[in-house]
């Protein structure tokens, strides 16, 4: 069975940051783009970064120069890194994949900034 599982979410204060995970697993032939959203209470969902398969990147305009993402080929796992996080950032944050031609959401990880 293909599932991504998320991990690394947590409290945070404001300016501080954190490193989220996604872990691609069972039979996969193929991982092509991959991509980070979020959802805040009330509000719905939004992409916040995107990978391809060549590495090329892509960011909202409100995490562009905090948040990085990237991918291990090898491990099957994507990344995002937050830094100087805000309040505004607190919110579930989501990876989904193109896996096997298919597309998967992972469970969600909470991600909380204290001001």
């Known amino acids: 069975q293909v599932q991504l599982v998320e991990s690394g979410g947590g409290l945070v204060q404001a300016g501080g940051s954190l490193r989220l995970s996604c872990a691609a697993s069972?039979?996969?032939?193929?991982?092509?783009?991959m991509a980070w959203y979020r959802q805040a209470p009330g509000k719905q969902r939004e992409l916040v970064a995107h990978?391809?398969?060549?590495?090329?990147?892509n960011y909202a305009d409100s995490v562009k120069g905090r948040f990085t993402i990237s991918k291990d080929n090898v491990k099957n796992t994507l990344y995002l890194q937050m830094n100087s996080l805000k309040p505004e950032d607190t919110a579930v944050y989501y990876c989904?994949?193109?896996?096997?031609?298919?597309?998967?959401w992972g469970q969600g990880t909470q991600v909380t900034v204290s001001s």
């Open positions: 989904n994949a193109r896996l096997n031609w298919s597309y998967y």
């Open positions: 069972g039979t996969i032939f193929s991982i092509s783009t």
């Open positions: 990978i391809t398969t060549g590495g090329s990147t």
